[in-house]
């Protein structure tokens, strides 16, 4: 099992910047992959980046460009960098982990553009 545990979320106006972070524990040794989603109220849960075991990024155009994905080992914690925000950014963010296409997820954070 994997549990992660999320912070950092808020409110920020356009333009702005916020970062993620998204602490891991448990069998860390078994994650392939960590990424971020998000949904809006009404919406489906989006895609949003990926970093893989060996460090590999990929990115939605949406947000490509804007947020950066990025890990630090040594804390056992996932983060999203997140600049250029826009109102069309307000979504409960989510990190996940895969476990050979196990998957598990952080409670959620609430991140809200407005001015």
């Known amino acids: 099992q994997v549990q992660l545990v999320e912070s950092g979320g808020g409110l920020v106006q356009p333009g702005g910047s916020l970062r993620l972070s998204c602490e891991a524990s448990?069998?860390?040794?078994?994650?392939?992959?960590m990424g971020w989603y998000r949904q809006a109220p009404g919406k489906q849960r989006e895609w949003l980046a990926t970093?893989?075991?060996?460090?590999?990024?990929n990115y939605a155009d949406s947000v490509k460009g804007r947020f950066t994905i990025s890990r630090d080992n040594a804390k056992n914690t996932l983060y999203l960098q997140m600049n250029s925000l826009k109102a069309e950014d307000t979504a409960g963010y989510y990190c996940?982990?895969?476990?050979?296409?196990?998957?598990?997820w952080g409670q959620g954070n609430q991140v809200t553009v407005s001015s």
């Open positions: 448990g069998s860390i040794f078994a994650i392939t992959a």
């Open positions: 996940n982990a895969d476990r050979s296409g196990v998957d598990s």
């Open positions: 970093i893989t075991k060996g460090g590999t990024t």
